[in-house]
C-alpha cells in the first residue's frame, strides 16, 4: 500500500507539471523511486494510473469541519481554492480530469464525487432552513461544481490559480442573494479564508 500511495503521488505532481502527454512512465518512476514494473503491477498502464490519481484527487484532503449547511460549504468551496495553489495531489487530478480525452476517457466520476460534496451540504442547509424554498439542491449542487471548475480553470490560464481564492468569493457574493434566504446571508463569511477576515456574504 505504501509503494501504490507513493506511486500514486509521485504520478500526481508529474501529471500535474506535464499534463498527461508530457508525463511517462519513466518520470513517474523516477519520482517515485520505483520500478516501472512496480507502477504496471499496481496500476496496469499509464492510462490506469492517470484515471487512479484523477479518481482519488481529493482522497487525502481533510475538509473544514464545522455544522454542515451554507458555511460549511462555503468553507469548503474556500478551502479547495487555496489547495489547488499547493497541493500536487489534487491540482494532477484536476488537470487529468479536463485532458482525460487523451487518454481515451470521458469519465465524469471525479465531477460526480464533488457534487455528492456539494449536495450533502446543501440539502444540510435545506434542512436548516438556509436556502430559498425554491431551491432545487440537487440542480444548485451541480451547478456550483461546474462554476467552481470553469472559475478554477479560468484562474489557472490566467494567473496559474494565484487569484482563485479571490474568484471564489466573487462567484459566492454573486450565488448567493440568489439561493440563500435574507435572514441567513447576513451571517454568513466569505473571504479568501472564510471566518477570519469578517468578510459577509450577500453584501
Not at 55 to 73: A, F, N, S
Request: proline share 2%.
Amino acid at each position: 500500500m505504501r509503494t501504490r500511495e507513493n506511486i500514486l503521488r509521485a504520478a500526481a505532481e508529474v501529471f500535474d507539471e506535464y499534463g498527461f502527454s508530457g508525463a511517462s512512465v519513466a518520470k513517474i518512476t523516477k519520482r517515485a523511486k520505483v520500478t516501472q514494473g512496480a507502477v504496471y503491477f499496481h496500476f496496469g498502464s499509464k492510462e490506469g494510473l492517470a484515471r487512479a490519481v484523477m479518481i482519488g484527487q481529493g482522497d487525502d484532503l481533510e475538509m473544514p469541519g464545522g455544522t454542515d449547511g451554507l458555511q460549511r460549504l462555503i468553507d469548503i468551496t474556500l478551502y479547495l481554492a487555496e489547495q489547488l495553489q499547493t497541493n500536487p495531489v489534487l491540482r494532477g487530478g484536476v488537470r487529468l480530469a479536463v485532458e482525460q480525452g487523451e487518454f481515451g476517457l470521458r469519465d465524469d466520476q471525479a465531477y460526480q464525487q464533488w457534487v455528492e460534496v456539494f449536495r450533502e451540504q446543501l440539502t444540510a442547509a435545506g434542512e436548516r432552513g438556509e436556502l430559498e424554498e425554491s431551491v432545487d439542491v440537487a440542480d444548485l449542487a451541480w451547478l456550483l461544481v461546474s462554476c467552481f471548475s470553469g472559475t478554477q480553470l479560468f484562474s489557472q490560464i490566467s494567473t496559474d490559480r494565484a487569484d482563485l481564492p479571490q474568484r471564489i468569493v466573487l462567484l459566492w457574493r454573486y450565488l448567493l442573494p440568489g439561493v440563500a434566504t435574507a435572514g441567513v446571508r447576513g451571517s454568513l463569511r466569505v473571504g479568501a479564508r472564510a471566518g477570519t477576515d469578517g468578510k459577509r456574504g450577500g453584501r
